[in-house]
């Protein structure tokens, strides 16, 4: 079983929609939770970490299930700059070493 | 100018040759990672350290080995490049966790694309 994993899609919505993407991790011990957004060719950068009581930027929700050791992204309104990979990222501070899905893919079109 | 740069960002080169990707950084962290992804596979760690004096394998270190020149500097090398390490690389950089409200958020490099013929 991996680490950490993710469906990777890809999810194809229209604009306005809304859309969640889960992630769920291994080591039970992990400690901090972060979902990234990669581009195209790009570097991945830091979307939102997650907190265990749940936090929210704009359209963006994160939620963590430690006892069933998952992750939720929820997108609310898409917009086309939602198109792109999103990883999910787990530091498990037993190891130290921080540990990413494979990725979930989201295509929004007009 | 990036917190974190990569060099070179683009290299082609041919099956084994010895191949050098550098990195720096200013945010001053101590701890600094190599990562390879490829299509499908998502981000896999290389070899990552925590300090100067500190090196650790990641899960796909055969092939490859590092080296950190200083804080601000970790470099790894290909000695003999094979065709299968065609891939984009990133190096990243992150503080300690739980110190001073710090999460372990990772910064990336632009990555470096390494193509092997």
């Known amino acids: 079983r991996k680490e950490v994993e993710q469906d990777p899609g890809p999810f194809n919505v229209p604009e306005g929609a809304t859309v969640a993407f889960n992630c769920t991790y291994s080591?039970?011990?992990?400690?901090?939770f972060f979902w990234y957004r990669q581009d195209c060719r790009k570097e991945p950068k830091l979307l939102m970490s997650?907190?265990?009581s749940g936090n929210e930027d704009g359209r963006f929700t994160a939620q963590l299930n430690r006892a069933s050791q998952y992750i939720s992204l929820l997108i609310r309104d898409s917009k086309l700059s939602d198109s792109a990979t999103y990883l999910c990222v787990v530091n498990p501070y037993s190891t130290g070493k921080l540990i990413f899905g494979q990725g979930t893919t989201l295509q929004v079109k007009p | 100018d990036a917190d974190v740069t990569q060099t070179p960002r683009n290299r082609i080169t041919k099956t084994g040759k010895r191949i050098m990707l550098e990195c720096s950084q200013t945010?001053?962290?101590?701890?600094m990672y190599w990562y390879r992804q490829d299509p499908g596979l998502g981000l896999r760690l290389i070899y990552y350290?925590?300090?100067?004096?500190?090196?650790n394998k990641g899960e796909i270190s055969d092939g490859y080995s590092v080296s950190r020149q200083a804080q601000a500097k970790f470099s790894l090398s290909l000695e003999s490049a094979i065709p299968n390490q065609t891939a984009l690389y990133f190096c990243a950089t992150s503080d300690l966790p739980g110190t001073g409200g710090n999460t372990g958020e990772l910064f990336f490099g632009e990555g470096s694309r390494l193509t092997v013929l």
């Open positions: 997650v907190y265990s």
């Open positions: 080591n039970s011990a992990s400690q901090s």
């Open positions: 350290s925590f300090d100067v004096k500190d090196i």
């Open positions: 945010k001053g962290h101590d701890r």
